[in-house]
């Protein structure tokens, strides 16, 4: 067997890697260069073949077919090297019309070789190679006028796709080095071998370049393999890492910065150059406790505040994260650093605006209601006003207690529709009026009817509600005044429950039309006497529509609490225990429906206690 032959093998041999090759980055295209390895690898497989078979063909005709057919791979290794150095290392630079461009060449070539004529101005076969044919031996081509064009553009191109590669590689973090080596060798190694040879520095019938690819071919699998080029994509992160605008710094098991990046710096108000090798504890003393609580295997949160020598303050957010060996040993950790400012300010400026709402909902919510009840001839007064909790809107329920005409009062609870500035605008409104007609001597029923009035819808604003009304006058009785006359009237609204001294529970009042939704509303008036010792509760439907899966509060229930509510006042009179009652009433109700509703809306009462 030939010299010639056993080479011939050999590059077959490494043909079929270099097959082998494609097809496994093939399976792992979409990672980074990918695309571009699997045109390179195809490149070398269709040289490397043809130039086998060169090698063991010594006939001429057949020989020349062989000596063009291996252009078609060689014309292919320039755009298969670009396209995979822009996508490895993510400048994303060659596009499509760029890479049509880079194209033009090698169909240049590749059409000059089709034509016989022209075939010779790359590889021509002299009368010596002929000679050698016809003696059984492998003819050797000389290189033709249009080679050394052809071979000077091809090597030009590869060296720039070396030192971009070798440059972007050179900024990448030490743990990836070793990669980077492996990927600037196999890019590299070929060509400087073809460049040898065809200058005449090698010196050999038979051009190794195709061995070069060969080794290349192997060390790339190694680095697939055992460095698992694909899946880290060294270049891509080192770049991304480098323009991040969060600090990324890698410590060692000393807690000394070993890595980082250019906001790192900018964060710690210092020079890169002069980060690396500090421990992080002291270039940020703000940290410490956060590393020095860090747990080996976990992940530490935390915010500092750091300020520069202007006294610049920066809110930093600090993610702190164990690098772990095989044995899960701790070997470093990563802290990443992101400049939270600009959302702290946001924070505060937010809570500040919630702090001012709260402030003026409960401005607003006081003027809406009295912030004390007053003295009434005898009767004991307690109130209550509990929101839903969902926010901090104005409540919608409301109630008030004042002087009428001819030394009577007036009470008065509702309902608005809505919440928030609307349901005060309406709140409001009801307040007032009701107010100013009762100092005008109009009965409760002519009261919510000029009220229904006053909230007639407008054009923007839906405006209704449910009242209770109640006219207060001492009973008809001879000597002294014992016991109150109320005359109530309903607008909507839960009719109140009186509760006798001896424990019996009723509602009184007559049901009404809702205020504000229609012109004319009918309204009736009902009278009840309470004697000393009764009680009177007014309520808003907060209370007995309160739900817990899906059952409601209900009447049945709101009754049965007031009747049980301070049994053993009953039967006593007189002002402090008209207090007491009072109090005891507005409080049990209240607790009864907080601890029974899981979903409810806001709730007001009022409690009336005859002394």
Excluded at 220 to 225: D, E, P, Q
Excluded at 403 to 421: H, I, M, N, R
Aim: aromatic fraction near 8%; include cysteine; charged fraction near 20%.
């Amino acid at each position: 067997m030939s010299f010639s032959i056993v080479l011939g093998v050999v590059f077959g041999v490494g043909a079929a890697g270099y097959l082998a090759l494609a097809w496994y980055v093939w399976r792992y295209r979409r990672a980074a260069g990918g695309h571009g390895l699997v045109a390179l690898s195809l490149a070398v497989f269709v040289w490397t073949t043809c130039y086998a078979m060169e090698l063991v063909t010594d006939t001429l005709e057949i020989n020349k077919v062989w000596s063009g057919l291996k252009f078609v791979g060689i014309v292919a290794v320039l755009p298969g090297l670009a396209w995979f150095v822009d996508e490895y290392t993510g400048a994303r630079r060659l596009t499509r019309s760029r890479l049509a461009l880079l194209c033009i060449e090698p169909v240049a070539v590749l059409t000059l070789l089709a034509v016989p004529a022209w075939h010779d101005s790359f590889h021509r076969y002299s009368t010596k190679a002929a000679a050698a044919s016809l003696r059984g031996e492998r003819p050797i081509p000389d290189a033709g006028t249009f080679f050394w064009p052809h071979a000077i553009y091809t090597w030009v191109g590869v060296a720039i796709c070396v030192v971009v590669l070798s440059t972007r590689l050179v900024r990448i973090a030490q743990p990836y080095r070793r990669q980077a080596s492996a990927i600037v060798v196999a890019t590299a190694l070929p060509m400087l071998v073809n460049v040898l040879f065809n200058a005449g520095i090698i010196v050999g019938d038979v051009d190794p370049t195709p061995f070069a690819f060969v080794l290349t071919a192997v060390v790339l699998f190694w680095g697939f393999f055992r460095l698992r080029l694909l899946d880290l994509v060294p270049v891509a992160r080192g770049v991304v890492v480098e323009q991040m605008t969060d600090g990324v710094v890698v410590l060692d098991a000393y807690g000394r910065v070993v890595d980082t990046n250019p906001a790192t710096a900018v964060l710690v108000g210092d020079r890169r150059s002069r980060v690396v090798g500090r421990r992080l504890d002291e270039l940020v003393p703000a940290l410490a406790p956060a590393l020095d609580a860090h747990i080996p295997g976990t992940t530490t949160r935390d915010e500092v505040v750091l300020k520069d020598l202007g006294g610049r303050r920066t809110d930093v957010s600090l993610v702190l994260t164990s690098l772990l060996d095989r044995n899960g040993a701790e070997t470093g950790r990563l802290a990443v650093l992101r400049d939270v400012s600009a959302r702290v300010r946001t924070e505060r400026h937010l809570r500040e605006l919630l702090d001012q709402q709260t402030r003026l909902a409960e401005t607003l919510e006081a003027s809406l209601r009295p912030s004390r009840l007053p003295d009434v001839p005898g009767l004991r007064l307690a109130a209550r006003s509990l929101p839903s909790g969902v926010g901090s809107q104005v409540s919608g329920d409301f109630y008030d207690v004042h002087p009428a005409t001819g030394g009577e009062w007036a009470f008065v609870l509702g309902d608005v529709s809505g919440k928030g500035v609307e349901a005060a605008i309406v709140t409001s409104t009801a307040r007032y009026t009701v107010r100013a007609l009762s100092a005008q001597g109009w009965s409760p029923r002519q009261v919510l009817e000029q009220l229904n009035l006053a909230l007639e819808p407008g054009e923007d604003l839906e405006r209704f509600c449910t009242v209770v009304y109640g006219r207060i006058t001492a009973a008809p009785a001879p000597g002294e005044v014992t016991g109150v006359r109320l005359t109530i009237s309903l607008g909507g609204h839960p009719a109140p429950f009186v509760r006798r001294a001896d424990g019996s529970v009723f509602a009184v009042g007559e049901p009404g039309t809702v205020l504000g939704l229609l012109p004319e509303v009918s309204i009736h008036e009902v009278v009840v006497d309470l004697a000393p010792g009764d009680v009177l509760l007014a309520y808003t439907d907060g209370v007995t529509e309160a739900r817990r899966d899906g059952e409601e509060f209900g009447d049945v229930r709101l009754a049965e609490v007031l009747g049980g509510t301070a049994a053993g006042l009953r039967g006593r009179t007189g002002a402090a225990a008209a207090s007491l009652v009072a109090d005891a009433v507005a409080d049990r109700v209240v607790k009864e429906v907080v601890e029974f509703a899981s979903d409810r809306d806001d709730v007001a009462l009022l409690v009336l206690a005859v002394a």
